[in-house]
């Protein structure tokens, strides 16, 4: 009798331990299904930009690593010429036309209203630790905010659990990281003080104080100096919180390292959005990458990128995580070359090609203020390849919801996450663009441009806008770079497509 109950317990802790080993197998199933997901965003990176996508004057080795690792996309897109409403369109899947977004001033409030799903909220109802380090430009708080206390409705407000984030852009103030809504460093008794309309009595600027400055300013950027740097804004106080711009992108990836090391040992896979500020203006590489491109500042942040790219890529590898981590990586808009300094990214720019074949650049309704480096990774899932699909960084939301099983979509955004992973090459149908307000239509190979008032040249970025005086159609596949208008050739695509922009439109 004890013998039996002996042997019956001996089959029952054996049963025991097939449910907790299947249990683990099964968990390790939902796992992959549920990738760590790591969406590295960069700030003003051209198409051409890489060495993958063509460019010869200097090498990305690390980025190619992923692109031609991966799925390398020759019609990805971010949503508008500009960062603002780009990164709206990213992270909530709402086109930003609907809201007339722009670039906003470092004081601007938060955009996203609180109660509408994002992206980031999606994940993390998904079960995932979500985190955004660098780059916002999405609001924050308040129109009348106190930098000096805890700053919210922000990140952590809309769907990230955790955040490390410079408020606007490097080239505006507030020039201090925020930690989870708190200025980091900050010391009570020298509060920041920040207004885009006055300066502070007796503050030094741009404008008037040029002997104060390291980098020259060429068109705004001539208010507050900040580290010899001319900034957009005015800003006062907080002197123990200002950041140091030769550091910002080892600062940036230190939190990365730590979060990803940390973030991996959890049950929970994560989402961290790497939101880099490169090669936005203005283009302070650290000491040990000025010089490296010969291109100037812009080619040596592209490189300093780079290596960020290589340590993040080394991070992962050293987790162990490389084969259960989809990375996604793009631009939020196409590039520019003097954006308000000198700093000779015009000068030593010579056959360099920042947007590749494409007419245009930021701010832009031509292909290079959208058409940017879109590429995803995934060892052991993503087959390397090159994709023609059409997708955007609106389609993230929808597409992510798929693959991890969430029925939350984004309201413009599709699923196409089957040409994010290098199954299909079927992409969206068609795409609404934007650049300033102004809005473009692209189906299939085509994209229509309506006539705008306006600028043909922003002279002080020197960029073709594309302000035309009639309806112009481009076929982008056959002529990348926009130079044979085919409206009068084909006067029946150019009905059919405007009636059915315009009706998307809600005109
Ligand atoms: C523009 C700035 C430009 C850049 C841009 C935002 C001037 C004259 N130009 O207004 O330098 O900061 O805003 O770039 O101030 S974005 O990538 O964040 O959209
Ligand atoms: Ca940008």
């Given amino acids: ?237 907080g002197k123990s919180a200002i950041w140091s711009d030769v550091d910002m992108a080892d600062h940036f990836l230190d939190g990365v ?20 500020q490169q090669p936005h203006v203005p283009r302070t590489p650290h000491p040990r990458f000025v010089g490296k491109s010969g291109k100037g500042p812009r080619g040596d942040v592209i490189m300093e990128a780079d290596w960020c790219i290589g340590e993040l890529m080394k991070t992962i590898r050293e987790a162990g995580i490389e084969e259960n981590t989809l990375i996604i990586v793009s631009s939020d808009n196409g590039p520019v070359l003097n954006d308000g300094y000198y700093d000779d990214a015009v000068e030593l720019n010579g056959d360099h090609k920042p947007a590749g074949p494409y007419r245009g650049g930021k701010y832009s309704l031509f292909e290079a203020g959208t058409h940017v480096p879109f590429f995803t990774y995934w060892k052991g899932t993503i087959e390397p390849g090159v994709s023609d699909a059409l997708v955007c960084q609106i389609d993230l939301f929808s597409s992510l919801a798929t693959l991890v099983g969430s029925d939350m979509r984004g309201p413009d955004s599709e699923d196409v996450m089957d040409a994010f992973l290098g199954k299909s090459t079927k992409g969206r149908e068609s795409l609404i663009l934007e650049a300033t307000t102004r809005t473009s239509y692209r189906k299939g190979d085509f994209i229509l441009i309506p006539p705008y008032k306006g600028a043909k040249v922003n002279k002080q970025v020197n960029i073709e806008l594309g302000n035309l005086k009639h309806v112009a159609l481009f076929n982008v596949k056959e002529d990348p770079s926009q130079t044979k208008n085919l409206a009068k050739e084909k006067p029946e695509l150019v009905k059919e497509m405007m009636e059915e922009f315009l009706a998307k439109k809600g005109n």
Wanted: proline share 6%.
């Fill in 257 to 276: 390292k730590s979060y990803i090391t940390e973030k991996s040992k959890e049950d929970k896979p994560f989402f961290l959005a790497y939101t880099m």
């Fill in 1 to 237: 009798m004890k013998h039996n109950i002996l042997i019956g317990l001996l089959i029952s802790f054996f049963a025991i331990g097939c449910k907790v080993a299947n249990e683990q197998s099964t968990g390790a199933t939902e796992t992959s299904s549920k990738p760590n997901i790591i969406f590295v965003y960069f700030d003003d990176l051209g198409y051409g930009d890489l060495s993958a996508n063509g460019a010869k004057d200097f090498q990305t080795p690390n980025l190619d690593g992923l692109a031609n690792g991966g799925v390398n996309f020759t019609n990805g897109y971010a949503s508008s010429a500009t960062c603002t409403p780009s990164r709206y369109a990213a992270f909530t899947g709402h086109y930003p036309w609907k809201k007339e977004l722009k670039i906003l001033p470092g004081t601007a409030p938060l955009i996203i209203d609180t109660a509408q799903v994002t992206m980031p909220k999606m994940l993390q109802e998904a079960g995932y630790n979500t985190a955004i380090i660098g780059k916002w430009h999405m609001g924050l708080g308040d129109a009348n905010k106190d930098w000096n206390k805890h700053i919210s409705p922000g990140p952590n407000e809309v769907g990230f659990d955790y955040s490390y984030i410079l408020a606007a852009t490097q080239d505006r103030v507030p020039t201090v990281y925020i930690e989870d809504g708190n200025v980091v460093n900050l010391d009570p008794n020298d509060p920041i003080e920040i207004d885009y309309k006055n300066n502070f009595e007796g503050q030094p600027t741009g404008k008037d104080n040029p002997e104060l400055t390291t980098m020259k300013w060429h068109h705004g950027h001539n208010a507050t100096i900040i580290n010899g740097v001319p900034r957009i804004g005015y800003m006062k106080g």
